[in-house]
């Protein structure tokens, strides 16, 4: 059985740096493709940042509050563990943080609902 295990969250001041990590078990992952999702309070899941578990292709959200200068999405394959680093965490980057993992497509994407599983997310509150 397919398991995500999101850890690293917590309680931060914005500006500071957090780690997320995300473990998988239960399945080979090299042709996986894995991502970050978050939800905020009261507003839809969305995308953060996906990468192939080869680290050959990866992919960021570009939205209005840009994470791509922030977040960095990169993995160890030995611990079968993938990990989003973000840097000068803002107030609005507040929110549950899901991992997903879709073995069906080949390159980093962005679509929630191809991904086939989940993790049971990790709270990031970032106070100002």
């Known amino acids: 059985q397919v398991q995500l295990v999101e850890s690293g969250g917590g309680l931060v001041q914005a500006g500071v740096s957090l780690r997320l990590s995300c473990t998988a078990s239960?399945?080979?992952?090299?042709?996986?493709?894995m991502a970050w999702f978050r939800q905020a309070t009261g507003k839809e899941r969305e995308f953060v940042a996906a990468t192939t578990w080869s680290g050959g292709s990866t992919y960021y959200a570009d939205y209005a509050n840009s994470v791509t200068d922030r977040f960095t999405i990169y993995r160890d394959n030995p611990k079968n563990t993938v990990y989003l680093r973000m840097n000068s965490l803002k107030a609005e980057d507040t929110a549950v943080y899901y991992c997903?993992?879709?073995?069906?497509?080949?390159?980093?994407?962005?679509?929630?609902?191809?991904?086939?599983?989940w993790g049971q997310g990790t709270q990031v509150t970032v106070s100002s």
């Open positions: 239960g399945r080979t992952f090299t042709s996986a493709v």
């Open positions: 997903a993992a879709d073995f069906g497509r080949i390159g980093a994407h962005s679509d929630q609902y191809e991904y086939d599983y």
